[in-house]
């Protein structure tokens, strides 16, 4: 029950608060961080998240309790983030989907720079319709749209993009 870590955040209320995440919490997250997101020891992760940001834990924790090698990314254009998981052969990107247009119209709107992932999880803030529909195009590509309040330790859901449907109400 000892304190993990404090993530300051105002949520969805617009009043600040100090969120205390405790041991426990990470460690239930970390049982199965594995299995669920088809994570294996070997594989590299490319951290772009600011540490002030919950999904930094998973990042910078998470790769190294599962024995994944950890690319830590200082650059934050999107030009330099794809140069190095080119250049370090990333297996695992987590990045927000305003982060995702960001890397997408560096490319000029190519999928081409994620289809070399085994594993892309996208989450933090709503998934555009248009990008769950072309993510659904990514082959070969484990695509998983996330999302939790930092209540939650990190994440609380979790879709597979390819194997599933959004219905438009």
Known sequence: SNLAYVIYTSGSTGKPKGVMIEQRQVVAFFSNFSTRFSLAPGMTLCATTNCTFDISVLELLGSLVHGMQLLL?????????????????????QLTPSRLDQLLEAEAGSLACLQTLKVLLVGGEALSQYNYDRLKQLNGVKVLNVYGPTETTIWSSCLDVQASTVLSV
């Open 73 to 93: 990314l200082t650059a934050t254009d999107p030009a330099s983030i794809l140069q190095s998981m080119r250049a370090h052969q990333t297996d695992v990107l």
